[in-house]
């Protein structure tokens, strides 16, 4: 099933293995392939799906409106009501943190385990708010490449391997300017969900890059401090894209995080 379709939208989905659902969500302004590793990493104990978000990679094109987080929760319950499962383990990074906490207070019955990386609960500020639309204003004036040039220094540790470049510029230049736009206004608007975080019952892993300068460790551990059932791993040399950064190290976090 590389497609689930879904009212009037087709979301491309990549998977891999069987058993038990695990759902990745990939980050701003990514696709599904950032969780390539994770996908054949994880294949002999879960039947991994990665999407393509609305809008994303190789699903429905967006028009440019807000994507909200919102609504990328509802079509994560979407695709697990089209295989057939009440429950997933549910794996977001950055963005896509913040879909698996809406996701988290909206279907909590569906959660069976929870990965926050690189992420944070709480709104933008009115300076971050600001940021975003700085940004699509930049995007649409000088273009995707700059983007990735500026994104590439902000989201990756101080010695990235080449192999980590390449995948990130692949993927934030695939990105359609209308989706970046809409998904800009989606996280410049979603709510604060730090309210969420004590009524999440479900084993939860909380993974952030030592040196990650947009959500820090020192977020990550308040936020793993708040989830009563957690745990914290900071992993050395990496950035805002650990999965990418330390596939092996990831991977083996999320190993351990679907057996306990």
């Not at 590793?37 to 809008?55: E, K």
């Not at 989830?227 to 351990?256: M, N, Y």
Request: net charge negative; aromatic share 4%.
């Amino acid at each position: 099933m590389p497609y689930a379709d879904i009212g009037n939208t087709r979301l491309h989905i990549r998977q891999r293995g069987q058993g038990p659902v695990a759902l990745f969500i990939h980050g701003f302004p990514l696709d599904s392939t950032m969780w390539l590793d994770q996908l054949n990493g994880l294949a002999d104990i879960r039947r991994c799906i990665a999407m393509d978000l609305r809008g994303f990679g190789r699903s429905t094109p967006s028009t440019g409106e807000p994507l909200t987080m919102e609504q990328h929760a509802a079509d994560l319950a979407a695709v697990l009501d089209l295989v057939s499962e009440e429950q997933a383990d549910i794996v977001g990074l950055s963005m896509g943190g913040y879909v698996a906490l809406a996701f988290a207070e909206l279907y909590p019955d569906r959660l069976r385990s929870l990965a926050l990386i690189d992420t944070r609960p709480g709104a933008d500020s009115e300076e971050g708010k600001a940021g975003r639309d700085a940004a699509a204003a930049s995007l649409l004036d000088d273009g995707r490449s700059a983007m990735a040039t500026s994104m590439e220094t902000g989201l990756l540790g101080p010695e990235p391997s080449p192999a980590a470049r390449a995948r990130l510029r692949t993927m934030i230049e695939g990105c359609a300017y209308e989706t970046v736009v809409g998904a800009l206004a989606g996280m410049r608007d979603r709510p604060d969900r730090t309210h969420v975080l004590d009524s999440i019952t479900v084993p939860t892993a909380v993974i952030v890059g030592e040196f990650d300068s947009v959500t820090p460790p020192a977020e990550a551990r308040l936020m793993a401090d708040a989830i009563p059932d957690s745990t914290l791993t900071i992993v050395p040399g990496a950035g805002h894209l650990t999965p990418i950064e330390d596939p092996a190290g990831a991977t083996d976090e999320l190993r351990s995080l679907f057996s306990r």
